[in-house]
């Protein structure tokens, strides 16, 4: 069926380099992904979005980057702080904007200080 | 403002019972999702509410029910309780958009 996976399920980074988690999708019907953050013992924080219209898409220290083509979804992280340890997931969305969220396993990010 | 508050933080239920966790919107926001999320998995959706109806449902059983009251606020009912019924509940609201998909902390269910 359709899924949305992670290449790594693990990322150990010094603090102060970039990480970078990567997230492919099978369906190429979804027309928003979202990445998440999950601290143990919370629920997914909301991190960026980005809608297929567009590739690329910055906020703080963040850029998500969208590839269509190899549907492909990046997350891209700088300068990364020990605050940043936590499971990375990417989401993606179809069925419109007000459909549900289909979920991948998980990256955890470690950053060793 | 108040983000997604869920209630209880933690329940313990014996195999058999019947549960039912409670999840108020963050404001503005209409539309109430519900997600079981597994011990080392991601969050994998029940079902969503709008308009106080069941507006699309994932590949869950009927155990699996919902409500959601006049004040956008939403109730998950499961029966029968198994084993398997153990896991992270998460609610989610979004904005009459669809965008702005905000969760709550969650509800730590255990079956025994």
């Known amino acids: 069926g359709e899924s949305v996976g992670l290449h790594l399920p693990t990322l150990s980074v010094q603090e102060g380099d970039n990480s970078i988690i990567n997230c492919a999708y099978s369906n190429s019907a979804s027309d928003y992904f979202i990445w998440y953050k999950q601290e143990s013992g919370k629920g997914p924080q909301f991190i960026i979005d980005?809608?297929?219209?567009?590739d690329k898409r910055q906020g703080q220290r963040v850029t998500v980057l969208l590839n269509k083509t190899v549907k492909h979804l990046s997350l891209q992280i700088a300068a990364t702080q020990p605050g940043d340890s936590a499971v990375y997931f990417c989401?993606?969305?179809?069925?419109?904007?007000?459909?549900?969220?289909?979920f991948g396993k998980g990256t955890k990010l470690s950053v060793k200080p | 403002d108040a983000g997604v508050t869920q209630s209880p933080t933690h329940l313990i239920k014996t195999r058999g019972q019947q549960v039912t966790l409670r999840c108020s919107p963050k404001s503005g926001h209409d539309t109430v999702s519900w997600y079981q999320q597994a011990l080392g998995q991601g969050p994998q959706f029940i079902f969503q509410y709008y308009e106080e109806e069941e507006r699309q449902r994932g590949n869950f059983p009927d155990r699996f029910s919902g409500h959601q009251f006049p004040n956008y606020s939403s109730e998950l009912n499961v029966n029968a309780l198994l084993l398997g019924d153990s896991a992270l509940y998460l609610c989610?609201?979004?904005?009459?958009?669809?965008?702005?998909?905000?969760f709550g902390s969650g509800t730590r269910l255990t079956v025994v």
């Open positions: 989610a609201s979004s904005l009459p958009s669809g965008y702005g998909y905000t």
């Open positions: 980005i809608r297929s219209n567009m």
């Open positions: 989401a993606e969305n179809y069925g419109g904007s007000q459909g549900n969220l289909i």
